[in-house]
DNA sequence: TGGAGCGTTTAAATCGTTTAAATGGCGGCG
DNA sequence: CGCCGCCATTTAAACGATTTAAACGCTCCA
């Protein structure tokens, strides 16, 4: 690996005009500046990045924290994240943490170590003491669907509400009577916000029933909970606050001999790849994750490269998409 | 945060003592052992990584190159691996290329730069020139199924043709004679060694016909591909060369109203989460993820602890899980 | 011709570690 | 009693960049 020291002997000028070239923190003379970039070039010559952080006091690397790479919603949002990073000359490091406290507490002290200028979460599970410490610390953090803006703090809103009342609307629309909503777990506030959404958009219409049960976001509570639902009160329309849940009632209601959607509609939350390739295809609502990442990172940039900037809220729309999950409910 | 001068300050000591007991690396008087590691608890001492990869030449961080993160097959051996490493103590920076040799070399040289101490590879787009220049800079690399061991370089070799051969077998016990394979990308050796453990496992039962397509190990590229089969001749069975391109198939054979099992038997290959929810469920050859992304990390870890360690060749087994897309064929 | 003034370049300090070499104290042995 | 050698510890020199403050070399004007 070629140095600094190496480029500058090369050109003829001291370290310090290399590094004013390849920053542009200062003027040089046209002159010079061709022949360190002509050095630099021949030698293939890339700054250390340890050497680098070491003196500035920060890495080029950023955090994007998330809850589970294993939910294909995710990994969506990392890719798109991940190469508007690349652009701006970022790494980033995905850090995992199954939906846990203590480990998104640990996420957070090593990304901290490694001296990151910012994180994203995308994950609601962190603990008030560790946003606070973050923005002590002068590191930069957006986070989705916290709601709050401060300094060093931006929040991307995922205006879930819309996408929910329009998956309301359209099973009210089709004549359901009796709806249920799976929702996620409550410690999230995503989970929370849409499980609003939902009996906020079912109060509207006088004379429907609701049902409401808590989940966890995977497969498996979708089964068990629509299980639930369908003993409790017999739901013709359900709504699910991710994909995963409703793919599960999909099985739950195929192991019944339920049809869907004859016997009973189903809507997902997320619209992640595999919603439109199940047997039929999930009617769900799409959140739009190319988008959401980069945005995520452009929120993150930009606390990063003004630190002076005040924390900003972004919102993202969420819209139905109908396929083939969602009929009329049957007559009875 | 708190730094090394201020640890061997509260304890009484020099700054090289403070280290020499943190890295275990001299032997120190208890007694003065135990005032370093209280005063380093006591300022919740954590070393600067920065300051540290700049004298060690190394950075405590490894790499993961995958393909396309984006395909559920990635992110659960991500996981694993990421969770080893963390044990380790080693941080892992999550790289996706696309599928593409140049954004490939880009990683690398990313990678490089951060003097990573050891990558691994679960993307055979890998240029020679790419892989020695790795080895020459003195960086462990793992790769997945490129066969070769060498200083510096281990290897993790997925038994493919234990799981197809399984695969084939069930489908000849079944009575098919036509079969048809949807293979990947060519470039892949991967790829190629599936394809091979087809033609080799279809060509010990005689009177069989068999047919084979390149495609691309996405949803769309299956479905295609299993229309392209279906044309040229009717095929019964169909293996594809993984999980999305069956999923694709099974779109195809439902959208012509090809039943399956009962026409057209179709089986996958890696065992995603989703196979076993797809409608009907996906009988497929699983690759033990858990296991693999351990397995890479252990190899890797190895490589990296005792460099003069010669590369090893490590194996996985896969195994085929019967589900319910597999039956008789047709009698015509 | 000498100096003011300006723009460019340089020397040197700094960041927080690791580690080779130097130091100092102490017990054992001749 | 003095010397040697051994341990535990310290001193100090890296590592490769950024950046402040100082030096330098020009041009221009008096």
Redesign the interface.
């Known amino acids: 690996?070629a140095t600094i020291r190496e480029v500058a002997v090369k050109a003829g000028v001291s370290i310090a005009t290399v590094s004013y070239v390849l920053n542009g923190s200062r003027r040089v003379r046209p002159q010079t500046e061709q022949r360190v970039l002509w050095a630099a070039r021949e030698l293939g010559y890339?700054p250390?990045?340890?050497?680098r952080?070491?003196v500035i006091g920060r890495?080029s690397?950023v955090g994007l924290v998330v809850p589970d790479?294993?939910n294909?919603f995710?990994?969506?949002i990392?890719?798109s994240f991940?190469?508007s990073a690349a652009m701006a000359g970022l790494?980033?490091?995905?850090m995992?943490t199954n939906y846990d406290v203590e480990r998104t507490r640990n996420a957070v002290?090593?990304l901290?170590?490694?001296?990151v200028p910012g994180a994203a979460f995308l994950t609601s599970q962190v603990a008030r003491e560790v946003r606070e410490s973050l923005a002590g610390?002068g590191v930069g953090a957006v986070y989705l669907d916290h709601g709050v803006t401060a300094a060093r703090i931006s929040n991307i809103a995922l205006d879930y509400a819309h996408g929910i009342r329009a998956a309301v609307n359209h099973l009210l629309e089709l004549g359901h009577k009796r709806l249920g909503f799976i929702g996620g777990p409550m410690h999230g506030t995503s989970a929370q916000h849409r499980k609003q959404a939902f009996l906020e958009a079912a109060a509207t219409e006088p004379g429907v029933e609701v049902r409401v049960i808590d989940s966890d976001f995977s497969?498996q509570g979708g089964y068990f909970s629509c299980s639930k639902l369908l003993n409790v009160f017999s739901a013709t329309g359900i709504v699910a606050a991710n994909d995963l849940m409703g793919?599960g009632a999909?099985?739950c209601a195929?192991d019944r001999q339920i049809s869907v959607p004859g016997q009973l509609s189903i809507i997902g939350f997320d619209d992640i790849?595999?919603a439109q390739?199940?047997?039929p295809a999930l009617t769900t609502v799409s959140v739009p994750r190319v988008e959401v990442g980069r945005l995520v990172f452009q929120a993150l940039h930009a606390l990063i490269s003004d630190p002076a900037q005040a924390g900003k809220e972004y919102d993202v729309k969420t819209t139905l998409i109908v396929r083939q999950t969602t009929a009329p409910p049957p007559k009875t």
Chains 1, 2 share one sequence.
């Open positions: 690996m890339a250390n990045s340890a050497a952080s070491l890495s690397i790479i294993g294909p995710f990994p969506e990392t890719k991940q190469e790494e980033t490091m995905v995992n002290d090593r901290v170590n490694l001296q610390k497969i793919i999909m099985h195929y790849t595999f390739f199940t047997q």
